[in-house]
């Protein structure tokens, strides 16, 4: 360590003594060289900077804490470091032969702190002292005062604010959902939040259940419901989130809507029964518009006759006639036996379609039914 106390400064400490004062270190000087200090130094040996103390303090009898701002174009290699009196008395010198002991480049701001340990020394009378100490700016380093709560919405532009005060002074999520009028600085999270409570919640989906209520069926062509939305697959859903969708389907279930169709309400039908498969009778009857006859010819059962004469089935007036046989004077009336017969046939009855699947279905396109999940 080459901290020296000059013989001035040893001087000025006695003189302070006798006069029963206390002498006050104000200024911190830097210089380029570097050497050995000497007791009869009176200055530095290549002075480039000299400025005010920003601050001191005396931590303890004989320790003193120094801080002082250097700004400017001003630029160095500090190797020489003079402590000087309010009257630019040099106090001490420490250089350490080369050594660098503080650095500065042009247009830069530096806050250089030096302790100084007299603890060991005689010299009891000293203290320091902010002298002109700036204050600071957006180009000089300097000294702050910390703003408050009251000044944080203000126009105040020489106060600065604690990451406690900016903390505690920014709105939170409770802010934004309690709708608070405290005038507070807002990030972005909470802006987002706000858009979407008061435009997405308060003016959008009002109007979207306006315009389509929660729980009208949209077709959607995915395979699952996207964000915000559920399908309709018979799945259980919780009535306390989704309030809306519990006033539609009161049982917490989702109506299944898979190899579904949607048919209107027909009067008294209730509301989201189900109507299971069936397929209508498709039947069709046959009327003739004119008398059908159906003929057989016949002959006596006597072996010994050959006569002959017919017998007729007359459609649609639903009774037989027959014709006298050759030779007889009457038709037969017993005793007949069949010869021949005609093959004709009457077309009658119900039909039915038969079907060629499990289901009965029109041409369609498979879409995933959904809503709105609110």
């Not at 309690?178 to 939040?193: A, D, G, M, V, Y």
């Not at 499990?358 to 709105?372: D, F, G, M, Q």
Request: proline residues 6%.
């Amino acid at each position: 360590m080459s901290l020296l106390i000059t013989d001035a400064g040893i001087a000025a400490s006695i003189e302070a003594e006798a006069l029963g004062i206390n002498y006050k270190i104000t200024h911190i000087g830097i210089g380029l060289d570097g050497y050995v200090p000497t007791l009869e130094q009176t200055q530095l040996k290549n002075e480039v900077a000299r400025e005010a103390l920003s601050r001191g303090s005396v931590p303890a009898l004989g320790q003193l804490h120094f801080e002082a701002v250097f700004s400017g174009n001003t630029s160095f290699d500090g190797k020489e470091i003079g402590y000087f009196l309010e009257d630019g008395t040099l106090f001490a010198v420490d250089s350490r032969d080369g050594e660098i002991l503080s650095l500065k480049r042009s247009n830069t701001i530096i806050t250089e702190a030096f302790e100084l340990n007299l603890a060991g020394s005689s010299i009891k009378n000293i203290t320091v002292e902010l002298m002109g100490a700036p204050y600071a700016t957006e180009e000089l380093a300097g000294i702050a005062k910390i703003t408050t709560i009251d000044k944080m919405n203000s126009d105040d532009d020489e106060t600065i604010v604690t990451p406690k005060k900016l903390k505690d002074n920014t709105a939170t999520d409770d802010d934004i959902d309690t709708e608070s009028n405290e005038p507070k600085f807002i990030q972005l999270p909470q802006l987002w939040r706000g858009i979407q409570k008061f435009v997405l919640d308060k003016l959008w989906l009002p109007l979207a259940e306006l315009i389509y209520p929660v729980g009208c069926p949209i077709p959607y062509p995915a395979a699952e419901a996207p964000p915000k939305f559920i399908a309709y697959i018979g799945q259980s859903f919780d009535k306390t989130v989704f309030t809306k969708l519990a006033e539609r389907f009161p049982s917490g279930v989702m109506p299944d809507m898979r190899k579904n169709y949607i048919r209107g309400l027909g009067e008294g039908e209730t509301p989201l029964s189900i109507k299971g498969q069936s397929v209508q009778a498709l039947g069709f009857s046959h009327t003739l518009s004119a008398v059908y006859q159906k003929t057989t010819q016949i002959r006596s059962t006597s072996p010994s006759s050959t006569s002959t004469g017919n017998v007729t089935y007359n459609v649609p007036d639903d009774n037989w006639s027959s014709t006298t046989p050759t030779g007889r004077s009457t038709p037969y009336t017993r005793g007949v036996g069949i010869r021949n017969q005609s093959a004709n046939s009457i077309m009658s009855g119900n039909g039915s379609i038969t079907g060629t699947g499990v289901e009965t279905n029109p041409n369609s396109v498979r879409w995933l039914y959904i809503t709105r999940a609110a």
